[in-house]
């Protein structure tokens, strides 16, 4: 696996690999977990090679998020990825990615501006925006994304559709299953964050929505649905909750009934100082 730190090095290797296949790009933030490994995965068995980029990207961050004690594990990293057969790291640094009087920025309205778009002003425009970049500085056949960030995935999918993105195109940028630990709770870099009884009290949130969505699909009322899920959630040890809504599983708009279109569970709720999202699928019986 080779290792590359400015655009120009980059250029050089995709110009390499892309003479021997296609390229698949996995973004990440790096503190890789399982999860991620699963993106490689299913990454490599669709295309020839397999990028990863690894950049904590300061504009996602809001001023009173943890872009400071983010895990930064780039020899860990790089080690995993190598194990799993990547072809590629892309590990920019700050001033590579954003040089002096960087001022472009990416808007995807209407997807991003509910959920956690509501509840972290500028979080999708920074996601966008250095998501775009990747694009077009990797430029892959193909892209892999976590489910467990569904509404950044339906974010970029949008901006692909309409900025006719065509490395990757938007029917490329693929979602990838959430991968949960033992007891339900999704893997996140962030989990790290809990204590061992806030890990423990976490496990309430997958079982809480597993059992909210049994409710709905058996055609229960969708808004005492998801307000007993909160105060399951609160009852559990959780601090607060951002949301617990019901949305279209495309469109993400908010739903107040299950109809024949697919639809989502979306959760985030705070634990001590740590923030935790998951949702899941809601199908009509």
Partial sequence: MKTVSTLADLRAETQVLRQGGTIALVPTMGALHEGHLALVRAARAAC???????FVNPTQFGPNEDLERYPRQLAEDSAMLE???????W???LAEMYPPGFSAKV?????????????????????????LKLFNQVQPDMAFFGEKDFQQLAVIRTM???????????DAIIGVPIVREADGLALSSRNRYLSPAQREAA???????Q?????????QN????????????LGGGFDSIDYAELADACTLQRLDELGVAPARLLVAARIGGTRLIDNMAVVKG
């Fill in 48 to 54: 020839d090679h397999v990028a990863v980029s690894i």
């Fill in 83 to 89: 194990a799993e057969g990547a072809a590629l790291l």
């Fill in 91 to 93: 590990a920019p640094d």
């Fill in 107 to 131: 808007s995807v309205s209407g997807v991003s501006e509910d959920f956690c778009g509501a509840s972290r002003p500028g979080h999708f425009d920074g996601v966008a925006t250095v998501v």
């Fill in 160 to 170: 692909a559709r309409d900025l006719d993105l065509v490395r990757p195109h938007a």
């Fill in 203 to 209: 496990a309430v949130l997958p079982l809480a929505m």
């Fill in 211 to 219: 059992e909210a969505i049994a409710r709905i699909e058996d055609g």
């Fill in 222 to 233: 969708v808004t005492r649905t998801l307000a007993a899920l909160e105060d399951e959630i």
